[in-house]
Nanobody
Framework: HVQLVESGGGSVQAGGSLRLSCAAP????????MGWFRQAPGKQREGVGG???????TYAEASKGRFTISQDNAKNTLYLQMNSLKPEDAAMYYC???????????????????????????WGQGTQVTVS
């Protein structure tokens, strides 16, 4: 069983930065797609961006140029660096992962921001980001 654990959320002023971390202490298949979703009150959960085992990243339009997803494979940790934060970025941020077939993992990541949350079997508990 893979349990993802997010950390790094908090409260910042508009224009500030935060770095979220997602630790995956369990085993995820070598073919994987991991990424970040967010959900603001009253809104649907939306994809922020994802990364595959080769480090190829995909971002939502709202994230491009401000957010950077990276990974430390030695630490089994995923990161989301968020710069120039805006009030509309305030949300609960969730880490999600898929591990399995190489084709599915690559396709999931390429289409990350359009994918359903049901495509990802592993989730963290979420970390809150507040921007004022």
């Amino acid at each position: 069983h893979v349990q993802l654990v997010e950390s790094g959320g908090g409260s910042v002023q508009a224009g500030g930065s935060l770095r979220l971390s997602c630790a995956a202490p369990g085993y995820i298949d070598s073919n994987y797609c991991m990424g970040w979703f967010r959900q603001a009150p009253g809104k649907q959960r939306e994809g922020v961006g994802g990364i595959d085992r080769d480090g190829i990243t995909t971002y939502a339009e709202a994230s491009k140029g401000r957010f950077t997803i990276s990974q430390d494979n030695a630490k089994n940790t995923l990161y989301l660096q968020m710069n120039s934060l805006k009030p509309e970025d305030a949300a609960m941020y969730y880490c999600a992962a898929y591990g399995g077939g190489a084709y599915v993992a690559r396709t999931l990541c390429l289409d990350f921001v359009t994918r359903s949350t049901e495509d990802f079997p592993y989730w963290g508990q979420g970390t809150q980001v507040t921007v004022s």
